[in-house]
């Protein structure tokens, strides 16, 4: 399967749990963990942020996690986090999501 497809895929199967990941990004908010929260989702197990969804069918992990969380295990470096906090999308109305599929990743924001 190539990456545009998996990507697409990824985001198919996000859809049905998306009332949850909203959820998910509001506690994030609300307990002021982060101003920065982050969907990850990906087919394969991950070692990143808290498990929200971990199933084989349809073979979809999603994960919360927060801009610090990326930036202390270097998946953004230092010097890129301002610029990834202008880009990032107000997390009221968008879910900010980075779609793993190896061996790239990359961040999409869906609406709410």
């Known amino acids: 399967m190539g990456t545009?497809?998996?990507y697409y895929q990824l985001q198919e199967d996000i859809k049905p749990f998306k009332?949850?990941?909203?959820k998910a990004t509001t506690?994030?908010?609300?307990e002021d963990v982060s101003k920065y929260p982050?969907?990850?989702?990906?087919r394969e197990a991950i070692q990143l942020g808290i498990p929200l969804i971990e199933q084989s069918a349809p073979n979809v992990n999603l994960h919360a996690s927060t801009l610090e969380e990326f930036a202390t295990?270097?998946?953004i470096?230092?010097?890129?986090?301002?610029r990834f906090r202008e880009v990032y999308k107000d997390p009221t109305a968008f879910l900010c999501v980075f779609l793993i599929a190896p061996p790239?990743?990359?961040f999409?924001?869906?609406?709410?």
Do not use: N, Q, W
Not at 19 to 22: A, E, N, P, R
Not at 108 to 112: D, L, Q, T
């Open 73 to 75: 295990k270097g998946l």
């Open 38 to 42: 982050i969907i990850v989702a990906a």
């Open 27 to 30: 506690t994030i908010l609300d």
């Open 108 to 112: 999409v924001f869906i609406p709410r």
């Open 104 to 106: 790239d990743g990359t």
């Open 4 to 6: 545009d497809r998996v």
């Open 77 to 82: 470096e230092a010097a890129r986090i301002d």
């Open 19 to 22: 009332s949850m990941l909203g």
